[in-house]
């Protein structure tokens, strides 16, 4: 109204209307000053809260009533509703509870942050809210988080969720999948292990069976003037036990003259004896050491070829 006095049509008047208010815009942001003197039509007034006047009345923060707070182009407003103090500030899903202990570090966390804060001094109008928490106190379970906040945690739990249903999706098949296969190997690894087996006590008793061959042989042309007939399984048999255990005898005395003091010892060139008193006697013949008996393993084996190869040249 000022500047029209001048005149509507003046060209102040309308470079003034063109550039933007810098008490107010679209958004619904006013300026200190209009808030100030709107406040003043209630019998309001406005005094910022760190300025050396307020100061140094050292007045508590609880003892007030409401507190108006802007940082750059946001206000909130922290008010005392019946007896507690609220958080109202418009980017929280919801009022936030402040204890009594807790309101003055929460206005220094706003000083800090860069807030101007602002006392508001005066009675203010009553209110539904304000008449209601007088009577009963509010208990907060949970404190309200900011509004981008809360949507972004909900878009990230849809997207866990989405990322968590594709997963199972994909484990519905290849799980059976991996299951079939692991099967499959159980069963191949299992084949594998009853065909080795089966391989070895196949050659087991192939070996075992030429040994007996091989061994009837030897001891038939060994001692043709003792028998007429090839020795039996059952012949052949003890005759390696009693070979067996003459070994095991020979190497307990070994062991024995080893132990022993030595002035026990027997000397080197005393044979062992059996129980019987004979020098070595037992059902396998005279002792021989294990050289000589490798010796005449090998005698036994080459005469066993031999004959076998006259025999075949014969037919």
């Not at 001048?6 to 200190?32: A, H, K």
């Not at 007896?83 to 929280?92: D, V």
């Not at 009022?95 to 101007?116: H, N, R």
């Not at 249903?165 to 069963?187: F, I, K, P, T, W």
Request: net charge negative; with cysteine.
């Amino acid at each position: 109204m000022r500047m029209a006095e001048g005149g509507v049509t003046s060209e102040d008047y309308r470079t003034f209307l063109q550039q933007p208010s810098g008490n107010m815009d679209d958004s619904g942001f006013f300026s200190i000053q209009v808030i100030s003197n709107a406040l003043k039509v209630w019998g309001l007034e406005l005094i910022l809260f760190n300025s050396p006047e307020y100061q140094r009345l050292r007045i508590d923060p609880i003892n007030e009533r409401s507190f108006i707070c802007n940082y750059k182009e946001h206000w909130f407003t922290v008010r005392k509703l019946g007896k507690q103090w609220f958080n109202l500030n418009s980017l929280l899903t919801g009022p936030e509870l402040i204890s009594d202990t807790y309101l003055a570090l929460f206005l220094a966390q706003l000083q800090q942050e860069g807030y101007s804060i602002f006392v508001v001094k005066g009675d203010l109008p009553d209110c539904e809210a304000d008449q209601l928490l007088q009577m009963i106190r509010v208990q907060q379970m949970h404190r309200p988080k900011l509004i981008g906040e809360e949507l972004a945690q909900l878009k990230e739990q849809r997207v866990q969720k989405t990322d968590l249903e594709r997963v199972l999706e994909a484990n519905d098949g290849s799980g059976m999948v991996d299951e079939d296969e692991e099967d499959l190997q159980r069963a191949l690894a299992l084949s594998r292990q009853e065909i080795d087996m089966e391989d070895e006590e196949a050659d087991l008793r192939r070996a075992i069976q030429l040994s007996m061959q091989g061994s009837s042989r030897n001891a038939s042309q060994d001692i043709p003037q003792t028998s007429g007939t090839h020795l039996t399984s059952e012949e052949l048999r003890k005759r390696r036990e009693a070979y067996f255990e003459k070994q095991q005898q020979q190497q307990q005395q070994q062991q024995e003259q080893q132990q022993a003091p030595p002035g026990q010892l027997s000397h080197p060139c005393e044979r062992p004896t059996t129980s019987s008193g004979a020098p070595g006697s037992d059902l396998a013949g005279d002792a021989m050491s294990e050289e000589d008996m490798l010796r005449a393993a090998v005698t036994m084996s080459l005469e066993t070829v031999r004959s076998d190869l006259k025999t075949e040249g014969k037919q």
